[in-house]
């Protein structure tokens, strides 16, 4: 059993039960603040990749000095 793979009928039966369970008002709510979550996750782990590039930047330079 693949854990990745989420059919199109599995996708209606989530969002199904999430209606039933949270209610029609909530659920916009819940997909903004899952959305800004992934969002800000996105930002954080490009800065993180971004420190990194400069870093190696910086021990190229100090290498070439050298």
């Not at 793979?5 to 209610?23: D, K």
């Not at 996750?41 to 990194?52: E, I």
């Not at 400069?54 to 100090?62: L, M, N, R």
Request: glycine residues 12%.
């Amino acid at each position: 059993m693949v854990l990745g793979a989420i059919g199109p009928g599995s996708a209606i039966l989530i969002g199904i039960v999430a209606l039933l369970i949270f209610g029609p008002k909530k659920l916009p709510e819940l997909g903004k603040a899952a959305g800004r979550t992934l969002r800000e996750f996105k930002n954080a782990t490009a800065g993180l990749a971004d420190d990194d590039d400069k870093e190696k930047e910086k021990d190229q330079k100090k290498d070439a000095d050298q």
